[in-house]
């Protein structure tokens, strides 16, 4: 299809111009919101209080590893002792170099707001170089106050870097893979972590029953896992005060009982932290290099530490990771280790065997709470994960619930806490052992690894602006102990290993079809939009009846004139009186503030009654049941014209400085202290051919815009039409809102080859037909709803 060049003339729409001083006021406001993040300040005690919380959200995982990690370090037994020494050594300085140096206190400063995980840092670099894949962002988005980006001179190593990963389409796909790979293995931890952690837990029935078959260890598992799942819709906001205490019982508990155990059976395990003995263990040849992946582990969670970042501070996660959970976790493997030195034959279940007699039950108990509230923060971040993947458009859509009032990040998704059941479930019952499911589990958490720190680069140059030494050591560093991993794991593919390649290649799959099929949709409507001046050419009548009434055209366009219209008018005689195109779009940022969420700009002379409404979201921002859509965006619409009726009354622009100058148009923009309207309203002022509000949804009270200023200020009165075209639009209403959704069915062309005619005629066509509708999603009245279809081949 030929692209069409559309330019809007500015000669036809209003437009207001605005002295740049009028501006500054707003300026200010929005730098102190932008940096609100960045300035808040923490009570020394609400920092302590907010490290204990952050105990049982973000350090589940990674402090349940105890569980199984020597189990799959030694799977095969224990054939010189000094080999133990070497795997604790290993632990110890593994713990100490990735989850300590390289995320607690550098990875956790890449957060975006307080969002953490890869998609936090895709947004940061879509933020600083456009390398988003959807080029659907307008310089308007910029001025948000959770949009944040740096300027760069010219013959910096940033610029540089900027224009060379903006150059080719290439490299912002190859950027797009990996966060695409690193959400995929996030995905398979949501699948394997609770496997692996309930296994573990509900195996200590057997080292006290002995009698008990395993089958029926499985079986607990298996009950366990369902009961989890089954609970996740109620979410955790009524139970999450209990996780903080769980976990922090369980780490002074496995710390305390390994002070114990050292100080019993070896205290030479100490040793350990002499690195000399990480070199002797890789003196063992290649069966020691193997068991590398069971001591990869021992840092598994920690890219979940990264992932469930949420509302907690940087400083409290510090705090907590370490005063508490580092120094436990050394002291639970270090006993461990002195336990497994005098009985090496109880190298598989000794976590459970060197728990003192007396403690053994109530361990078990809160060890399977514990396994539990890991599992539960992994599903978690598997939900907010996928949620932020369907935000950018890189995943089908789905029902996405909220479960909390009070917790913005608290969500629910049953699509996909189905699928990860009958997975886990899958999982558990068909490897039947913790070994082939470590495996399995280091393979997914290395890739993820290894991700992050390809992504830190280009993090540390362009948003950072770090010296190129620093990052050369953070890389070098990182990739030295992640490729040692790597290359471990790689052994045991066969093992177990190919479970999170498996269900990482299907995920990986069905987000990347699904995000080709959108970019080609979104090109199909950017290439074939319509010339705004075919439109005006037409008259305010459009050369069609305007029956009463008003019809939302969605569009994925956030300018232009779309496809779907002109194929309406053209194949309809009749169109509403008043239209207004409308454009939900998700911006790299993790959410945009309610007041403001929409642009709203009108198209032509008043006559045509046409607008322009673009709603932006961020990825965590959520469409909720009880938001009426509909109601907004009439009520944004509706303050635009009241808006535009006070500025046309408004005779003298030097009076206007004048009283802004004063002090006076305040009353303009919080008119709702006033009892006016219950929405706050943003000028934007530029050179476009259309002029520009940014509106706060919100229902207007009032007919009437007092202005309280005096002096040489105009009178803020309404004009005559102005008031006519308000009165005109809720005429349009009480006749009826109809919402018009083009429906492009993408098709591959007959010359295609067979992988494309498969990706895009039968996988992306069946996504499309199970996924939710747009109208779904934006909670639209169903009776209200025109499709027009259309057919694009690619």
């Not at 496997?195 to 006290?208: E, H, M, R, T």
């Not at 780490?251 to 019993?264: D, E, Q, S, T």
């Not at 953070?474 to 190919?498: C, D, H, I, P, R």
């Amino acid at each position: 299809m030929s692209s069409i060049s559309v330019e809007e003339d500015g000669g036809r729409g209003s437009m207001w111009d605005l002295d740049q001083k009028l501006d500054q006021p707003m300026d200010e406001e929005a730098g102190k919101l932008r940096n609100m993040y960045r300035e808040k300040k923490f009570s020394s005690l609400l920092i302590l209080r907010l490290a204990f919380q952050s105990l049982g959200v973000v350090f589940g995982d990674l402090g349940t590893s105890p569980l199984y990690v020597f189990y799959n370090t030694f799977s095969h037994g224990i054939s010189d002792p000094e080999d133990v020494i070497g795997a604790l050594s290993l632990i110890i300085y593994s713990l100490t170099l990735v989850p300590l140096l390289k995320y607690v206190f550098v990875v956790l400063r890449a957060n975006d707001n307080g969002q953490g995980g890869t998609f936090a840092l895709y947004s940061l670099l879509c933020r600083h170089a456009k390398i988003n894949t959807i080029p659907n962002q307008h310089r308007t988005d910029e001025a948000l106050t959770t949009y944040s980006r740096q300027t760069y001179d010219e013959n910096s190593l940033a610029a540089k870097v900027k224009l060379w990963l903006e150059a080719r389409n290439f490299r912002k796909n190859v950027i797009l893979i990996l966060v695409l790979l690193a959400t995929c293995m996030t995905i398979g931890d949501g699948i394997l972590t609770p496997a692996i952690s309930v296994l573990s837990a509900s195996g200590g029935i057997k080292v006290n029953r002995p009698e008990i078959s395993k089958d029926v260890v499985i079986l607990v598992a298996v009950i366990i896992l369902i009961g989890l799942f089954s609970l996740q819709h109620y979410g955790t906001d009524k139970v999450g005060w209990l996780f903080a205490p769980i976990v922090l019982l369980w780490f002074l508990l496995i710390g305390a009982i390994g002070v114990v155990n050292i100080w019993k059976y070896d205290s030479f395990v100490l040793k350990a932290f002499n690195p000399v003995y990480i070199v002797r263990y890789f003196k063992g040849g290649r069966r020691n290099w193997t068991s590398l992946g069971g001591i990869m582990l021992s840092i598994t969670g920690t890219e979940a530490l990264f992932a469930d970042l949420c509302h907690f501070p940087v400083l409290a996660i510090q705090i907590a990771f370490t005063l508490v959970v580092f120094p436990c976790l050394l002291l639970a493997y270090s006993g461990q280790a002195a336990y497994i030195m005098q009985h090496q034959d109880h190298v598989f279940d000794a976590f459970y065997r060197s728990i003192p007699g007396s403690m053994y039950w109530p361990m078990f108990i809160v060890a399977t709470a514990a396994a539990i509230i890991a599992s539960q923060a992994t599903i978690s971040a598997t939900f907010s994960i996928i949620k932020q993947a369907l935000a950018l458009g890189c995943f089908p859509r789905v029902k996405v619930v909220h479960t909390s009032r009070k917790f913005l990040g608290q969500i629910y998704i049953p699509d996909i806490n189905w699928i990860l059941l009958v997975l886990c479930i899958a999982v558990t019952a068909g490897f039947k052992n913790q070994s082939q499911i470590g495996n399995a589990y280091g393979t997914a958490v290395v890739l993820v690894m290894l991700v992050t720190t390809l992504l830190m680069i280009p993090v540390m140059l362009l948003v950072w602006r770090s010296h190129p030494i620093f990052i050369f050591l953070f890389t070098a560093l990182s990739l030295l102990v992640e490729l040692t991993y790597f290359s471990a794991v790689l052994f045991k593919v066969n093992q177990g290993g190919w479970v999170p390649l498996v269900i990482a290649a299907a995920f990986l799959l069905i987000m990347y079809v699904w995000h080709y099929g959108t970019v080609k949709r979104y090109e199909f409507e950017l290439h074939s939009k319509v010339s705004l001046a075919w439109i005006l050419g037409l008259g305010p009548s459009l050369g069609l009846v305007r029956v009463p009434g008003i019809g939302f055209v969605y569009t994925e366009l956030p300018s232009g004139v779309p496809h779907i219209f002109s194929h309406l008018i053209t194949n309809l005689p009749a169109i509403h009186s008043v239209v207004v195109f409308v454009c939900v779009k998700y911006l790299p940022v993790y959410i945009v503030p309610m007041e403001e969420r929409f642009l709203v700009k009108r198209i032509g002379p008043k006559e045509f009654h046409m607008f322009r409404c673009v709603a932006r979201y961020g990825y965590k921002d959520l469409h909720r049941k009880d938001d009426n859509f509909e109601k907004i965006l009439f009520d944004t619409i509706s303050t635009f014209v009241r808006l535009e009726t006070m500025m046309d009354g408004y005779t003298d622009s030097e009076a206007t400085f004048d009283a802004a100058r004063n002090g006076r148009t305040i009353d303009l923009l919080t008119a709702e202290r006033d009892g006016t309207f219950n929405s706050s309203v943003e000028i934007i002022s530029n050179s476009s051919q259309e002029s520009i509000m940014a509106a706060q949804s919100g229902a207007p009270q009032s007919k009437q815009w007092p202005y309280q200023g005096s002096g040489s200020a105009g009178s803020a009165q309404p004009s005559h039409a102005g008031s006519e075209e308000y009165e005109f639009l809720n005429e349009c209403r009480n006749a009826g809102m109809v919402h018009i959704l083009g429906n492009t069915i993408v098709r591959a062309r007959r010359d295609s080859s067979s992988v494309k005619k498969i990706s895009v005629d039968y996988i992306y066509a069946f996504l499309r037909r199970i996924c939710r509708e747009n109208s779904v999603m934006l909670n639209l009245p169903h009776e209200s709803l025109l499709n027009v279809g259309q057919i694009f081949y690619i």
